[in-house]
């Protein structure tokens, strides 16, 4: 540890699961990169779902993870271990980390972590991580989303699908969302969407097959399962790909696969937490070079619905849970 560093930190803590307040501001050590790793001192961390299922006891971190929530960070590197030569102490990166998050230092992978793209602020770039992973590993590699065929995104207007809506679109594929409210279609319309359906009002089988002249959606991005599973299964094209990153109304239900094999559909997923370093890395890289370039020239930019202080992180879960966020929550670290 370099000598002008604290040895104590002040992180977010989980003494018993429970609501929001269960999140609890204490004092931890200041953890020291080992090799291959970078010492980040934090300016702001992304709130995300797998953090509320953490913090309710339903989402254990993996093996040799930290306790402390928070798997997206942006920041400087105040220290490097071996082995991490790309970056250098005062270099100012953004990082996909598996925990310890909201807290004012955090240790990262350098293979996992990425310079913050020119022109955004730290409170951006923390939005990133989490979310551009997520989306380009499900909807391009998983999904193999190509130019010209249509993605449905479930949850249109969430951290996920504000980004996947600008980078389908940036690749040249026709949107179509599912959103909770009229704010939220035409949040997800100015974003770029081709159709926003608002799902308390609207059937999105029916309304996708009539947007799509009967085909359906060639790639469908659902993180709420449960009865989605079904209808996703009706609302998607011939040869179709439903790639599932989350299961909001439950991971069970009742399905005709009879739809599978008459649509030849693909049925995939991923949890992108416990995946091991080297996967997170291929991804990292190939974000580096094909969306961090629309990043620095603004044809791409995450949307900020909320900040709140670290120790306000109990308010942040708050906000999460009540779902009229448009975008993503972010903490912010002095």
Not at 5 to 19: D, N, Q, W, Y
Not at 36 to 58: C, I, T
Not at 275 to 288: G, H, N
């Amino acid at each position: 540890m370099t000598s002008s560093l604290p040895t104590i930190m002040t992180a977010i803590t989980i003494p018993v699961p429970g609501g929001p307040d269960a999140l609890v501001p204490g004092e931890r050590p200041v953890p020291q990169p080992v090799h291959g790793e970078l010492l980040l001192k934090v300016e702001a961390a992304g709130v995300n779902r797998p953090d509320v299922m953490q913090r309710k006891g339903l989402y254990p971190p993996p093996a040799g993870a930290s306790d402390i929530p928070g798997l997206e960070i942006a920041g400087t590197v105040v220290a490097v271990g071996e082995g991490a030569a790309r970056f250098k102490v005062g270099d100012r990166v953004c990082a996909l980390v598996t925990g310890g998050g909201y807290a004012q230092y955090c240790t990262t992978s350098a293979l996992t972590a990425l310079p913050i793209p020119d022109g955004l602020s730290a409170v951006e770039a923390a939005a990133l991580p989490e979310t551009f992973f997520t989306v380009w590993s499900n909807v391009f590699d998983r999904g193999r989303l190509a130019a010209g065929e249509t993605l449905l995104v479930h949850g249109g207007t969430s951290g996920i699908g504000t980004t996947a809506i600008q980078l389908a679109k940036a690749f040249g594929a026709k949107v179509f969302v599912t959103v909770g409210s009229a704010e939220k279609c035409a949040a997800a319309r100015k974003l770029g969407a081709d159709l926003a359906i608002d799902y308390t009002a609207q059937d999105f089988v029916a309304e996708v097959k009539s947007a799509s002249d009967g085909k359906g959606a060639d790639v469908i991005l659902d993180m709420v399962g449960g009865p989605y599973i079904a209808r996703n299964y009706e609302a998607a094209a011939v040869d179709g790909r439903i790639v599932q990153i989350a299961f909001q109304q439950g991971s069970k239900a009742q399905v005709d696969f009879m739809r599978v094999m008459l649509k030849r559909l693909t049925h995939t997923g991923s949890t992108l937490r416990s995946r091991p370093v080297a996967d997170k890395a291929a991804i990292a890289q190939a974000l580096e070079a094909k969306v961090w370039p629309l990043l620095a020239n603004g044809s791409v930019k995450p949307l900020i619905d909320a900040t709140f202080p670290l120790n306000e992180a109990a308010a942040a879960h708050a906000h999460m849970e009540g779902s009229t966020h448009i975008g993503k929550i972010v903490l912010t670290i002095g």
